[in-house]
């Protein structure tokens, strides 16, 4: 049910991000996601199609865009990526890090039937 709220979400904001008259020509929402923002790509886009069925905008469809797991060590100053959101360095193990990317979920774009894209 965590996919269905998000996809509530991203309507919201494509509600926002577009005037009412324009719903009916979205034609593709981008998305980006990570991989350790915990939703399953193939959930959200089941909710989300369920949702705008019989709506205007039940012709958009979801393009997801899967963003890797990114840990910048302050230590050793490399990147290193993995699948298991540990946020520790994969060069030299230190904890001192910042997370880069991998938790985001956000739309990045919309594109609508006559081909203007929208920023979002
Ligand atoms: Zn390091």
Redesign the pocket.
């Known amino acids: 049910m965590h996919e269905l709220a998000l996809a509530q979400n991203i309507i919201e904001t494509i509600h926002q991000a577009v005037p009412p008259e324009t719903w009916k020509d979205v034609r593709v929402v981008r998305l980006q996601v990570g991989t350790m923002a915990g939703v399953v790509p193939d959930s959200l886009q089941f909710s989300f199609t369920a949702l705008v069925s019989g709506t205007p905008l039940e012709e958009a469809r979801m393009e997801i865009q899967q963003i890797p797991f990114v840990v910048e ?1 302050e ?2 100053g ?1 990147t290193s990526t993995n699948d298991t959101g540990i946020s520790c ?1 994969g ?2 193990g ?1 904890g001192n890090t910042r997370i880069r990317s991998g938790t985001e979920l956000q739309v990045v774009n919309l594109e609508l039937e006559d081909v203007q894209e929208e920023a979002v």
Do not use: A, D, H, N
């Open positions: 060590c230590t050793c490399q360095c060069e030299c230190s």
